[in-house]
């Protein structure tokens, strides 16, 4: 079996003062999240660590690369059964970086632009069955962690939130009485999403008991038991576990609950736009795979509300 670096040390390279210098122009000057920077800081010493391989010592290996390089890269990590996607991130990585060496006056040239990874098959997401998860969620717990454990399975299927998302939220963020909530999606983008009935009863259950657990000047609105924000390694474990215990069939986690909000109220209402802007894409295509659509279903919903693709109603008076 190929050898596998998922999660590749840090290299100790000519490029190294470079990388970091480069993470630290991410989180300071463009702001990126803590997990943006990371996955950078993972791609980039992930090329690095095949170019140690290479047996070239003393050399500027990033810095350094041609296209030919990435090529060779790209077709390697092919090889050992990376997927397309994962393929076009580290690339993505790589067009940055050179960005900024290019900035730096590092660089005479962007040697990945206009590369593009192989292509694989995109995989349908999978979801809980409408009844089997409501059937989960309605027993009634009594110990303040269950109580909040059930309340972010809530809000996750109730709004379609990512995991950072549902950690990131503050008291002040919801309003209860309006039924609404402001999160912080990808690329800082804000928006406003609904939370239902359910979902508002089960967090009304929780801000019963969190004054037990929170610290007293804690802002979010889940804590762990430690009293500070809940982490969301945390709050994964903690879903699994609680589908355990409530006897689920299947192993449960955050963006389970939000590809099954999306394919549910799209079965029901039809809407690809609605659900679009709820689940915050900027790009209607991705709310299309994670929503099951087949592309008839796609083309019935453009033909039905593209005012240049609707059917011109006939007159009473004009033949067929």
């Known amino acids: ?62 810095a350094s690369l041609d296209e030919a390089g990435i090529r060779r890269y790209t077709a390697w990590r092919h090889r050992q059964g990376v997927s397309g996607k994962t393929l076009q991130r580290e690339l993505s ?17 962007n040697p990945a632009v206009g590369l593009r990874a192989p292509k694989s098959p995109r995989k ?15 027993p009634v717990d009594e110990d303040p962690l269950m109580i909040r454990d059930t309340a972010m399975v809530e809000l996750f299927y109730s709004s379609g939130l990512r995991l950072a998302e549902l950690v990131s939220i503050d008291l002040g963020d919801i309003d209860m009485s309006e039924g609404e909530l ?12 609904p939370v239902g009935r359910k979902a508002r009863e089960a967090i009304e259950r929780w801000l019963a008991v969190r004054s037990a657990l929170a ?20 709050v994964e474990k ?43 894409h900027t790009d209607i295509g991705t709310t299309q795979i994670y929503t099951h659509l087949d592309f008839q279903h796609l ?18 008076d004009e033949r067929p």
Do not use: C
């Not at 989180?27 to 010493?45: C, G, K, M, P």
């Not at 940055?96 to 005479?108: D, H």
């Not at 430690?226 to 945390?234: E, L």
């Open 1 to 62: 079996m190929p050898k596998r670096l998922d999660a590749p040390a840090a290299p100790t390279s000519i490029d190294t003062p470079r990388i970091e210098r480069f993470l630290a122009h991410l989180a300071h000057e463009r702001q990126l999240s803590e997990h943006t920077v990371r996955a950078y800081r993972h791609d980039l010493n992930q090329i690095a660590v095949w170019l140690a391989d290479q047996g070239e010592p003393g050399a500027e290996p990033i």
């Open 93 to 109: 990585s790589l067009r940055g970086f050179y960005r900024w060496l290019l900035r730096e006056n590092q660089a005479v040239a």
């Open 124 to 138: 349908l997401p999978h979801t809980f069955d409408a009844d089997q998860l409501g059937a989960l969620l309605d």
């Open 182 to 193: 402001g999160v912080i999606g990808k690329g800082s983008k804000s928006r406003r999403v």
């Open 215 to 234: 610290d007293r000047d804690e802002r979010a609105l889940f804590v762990s038991l430690r009293g500070g924000r809940i982490h969301p390694r945390t």
């Open 238 to 280: 903690r879903l699994a576990r609680w589908a355990v215990e409530r006897g689920a069939s299947r192993h449960l986690h955050p963006h389970l609950l939000r590809h099954s909000f999306a394919s549910h109220l799209l079965e029901s209402s039809g809407d690809l736009r609605a659900v679009q802007e709820l689940l915050g």
């Open 299 to 316: 083309a019935q919903v453009y033909d039905q509300a593209h005012p240049r693709a609707r059917k011109k109603a006939s007159k009473p």
